[in-house]
């Protein structure tokens, strides 16, 4: 696996000259070429990149799942993500690629708060649409941090991540929009997510069932997932996982006569004191006084 440590190695790779500033770059697709086919059929970058895609086809691979590059307008990727890009097909298109490494935000309250923009960790097909005004908006503030990267003073970092701020904001509301017009598409997974959680249970799987286990079946990854969730129904993945395995849990406690332990084994739990205690806090009663309350 090839690791791109830095800003002037990834540039260098695109065949660009080298970057106007060491920790953050504002790339431009139309100009890169691809060098070093070797290099991209398996990397992981040491730093954040957004991608504003125009045009641009080939494809790319995150794990064993593959994608259609040309899928999605706004993509990103969080630092240490495995990726593959099939370089023969790769066309850049136009657009532009933002790069930022990790310790251009130390310091500054970006670096604690990026980790709740759970975009970074979507897969390739679950890309940003944007409208031709969002794109706009997002275009205008890359042309801003462009702009700052030379010369550099002691003004530039705290500018500069005030925009990496201003445009992940704008991304995560053109996301929510995204997952509220695209219903046709958007009703079906949650469709397929219903049925998914319930043939878990009617297959009776061994173990918790897992928000990984769910993401994967589904194809998306699990922050996608339990963002779309909560936009549609005010409650993410997990939630719902809770309770589906409360309502399974009063099913067995009320018609049949399987002990707390036993009940709490065929739901997955290792120990029944962690089904007591998931049960209460979401019901108020314990299994116990929930059975008696049906004699």
Same mark, same amino acid.
Not at 165 to 185: D, G, P
Not at 272 to 277: A, E, N, P, R, V
């Given at each position: 696996?090839?690791? @791109?440590?830095?800003?002037?190695?990834?540039?260098?790779?695109?065949?660009?000259? #080298?970057?106007?500033?060491?920790?953050?770059?504002? =790339?431009?697709?139309? #100009? *890169?070429?691809?060098?070093?086919?070797?290099?991209?059929?398996?990397? %992981?970058?040491?730093?954040?990149?957004?991608?504003? +895609?125009?045009?641009?086809?080939?494809?790319?691979?995150?794990?064993?799942?593959?994608?259609?590059?040309?899928?999605? %307008?706004?993509?990103?990727?969080?630092?240490?993500?495995?990726?593959?890009?099939? %370089?023969?097909? &790769?066309?850049?298109?136009?657009?532009?690629?933002?790069?930022?490494?990790?310790?251009?935000?130390?310091?500054?309250?970006?670096?604690?708060? =990026? *980790?709740?923009?759970?975009?970074? *960790?979507?897969?390739? /097909?679950?890309?940003?649409?944007?409208?031709?005004?969002?794109?706009?908006?997002?275009?205008?503030?890359?042309?801003?941090?462009?702009?700052?990267?030379?010369?550099?003073?002691?003004?530039?970092?705290?500018?500069?991540?005030?925009?990496?701020?201003?445009?992940?904001?704008?991304?995560?509301?053109?996301?929510?929009?995204?997952? @509220?017009?695209?219903?046709?598409? /958007?009703?079906?997974?949650?469709?397929?997510?219903?049925?998914?959680?319930?043939?878990?249970?009617? /297959?009776?799987?061994?173990?918790?069932?897992?928000?990984?286990?769910?993401?994967?079946? &589904?194809?998306?990854?699990?922050?996608?997932?339990?963002?779309?969730?909560? %936009?549609?129904?005010?409650?993410?993945?997990?939630?719902?996982?809770? #309770?589906?395995?409360? #309502?399974?849990?009063?099913? +067995?406690?009320?018609?049949?006569?399987?002990?707390?332990?036993? =009940?709490?084994?065929?739901?997955?739990?290792?120990?029944?004191?962690?089904?007591?205690?998931?049960?209460? +806090?979401?019901?108020?009663?314990?299994?116990?006084?929930?059975?008696?309350?049906?004699?």
């Amino acid at each position: 696996m090839n690791t @791109i440590k830095s800003i002037s190695e990834f540039h260098r790779l695109l065949s660009l000259p #080298e970057p106007k500033h060491p920790m953050v770059s504002m =790339i431009n697709l139309s #100009e *890169s070429i691809f060098l070093d086919e070797d290099v991209w059929k398996g990397f %992981v970058n040491s730093f954040y990149c957004v991608a504003l +895609k125009r045009e641009a086809k080939g494809k790319i691979r995150y794990g064993q799942q593959h994608y259609d590059y040309d899928k999605g %307008v706004l993509s990103f990727t969080a630092p240490n993500q495995v990726q593959y890009l099939d %370089v023969q097909t &790769m066309e850049c298109g136009s657009g532009y690629l933002l790069i930022f490494h990790p310790d251009f935000l130390m310091k500054h309250p970006l670096a604690q708060s =990026i *980790s709740r923009y759970g975009f970074f *960790s979507y897969a390739t /097909n679950e890309a940003l649409h944007l409208s031709a005004e969002e794109e706009d908006d997002l275009i205008m503030i890359l042309k801003k941090i462009d702009k700052e990267c030379a010369p550099i003073d002691r003004h530039t970092q705290e500018i500069i991540l005030s925009q990496i701020e201003l445009l992940l904001n704008y991304s995560k509301r053109f996301y929510e929009r995204q997952f @509220i017009t695209r219903k046709n598409n /958007n009703h079906q997974l949650l469709i397929t997510f219903e049925q998914e959680v319930n043939r878990y249970f009617e /297959n009776e799987q061994t173990g918790l069932l897992t928000v990984q286990y769910i993401a994967q079946r &589904m194809n998306l990854s699990p922050n996608y997932l339990s963002d779309l969730l909560r %936009v549609h129904t005010g409650q993410n993945t997990q939630q719902h996982i809770h #309770e589906k395995l409360i #309502e399974k849990a009063k099913e +067995k406690l009320s018609t049949t006569s399987l002990s707390v332990s036993e =009940i709490a084994y065929t739901l997955g739990f290792e120990h029944s004191q962690s089904f007591s205690t998931l049960f209460k +806090k979401k019901t108020t009663m314990s299994p116990l006084e929930f059975r008696q309350s049906f004699n």
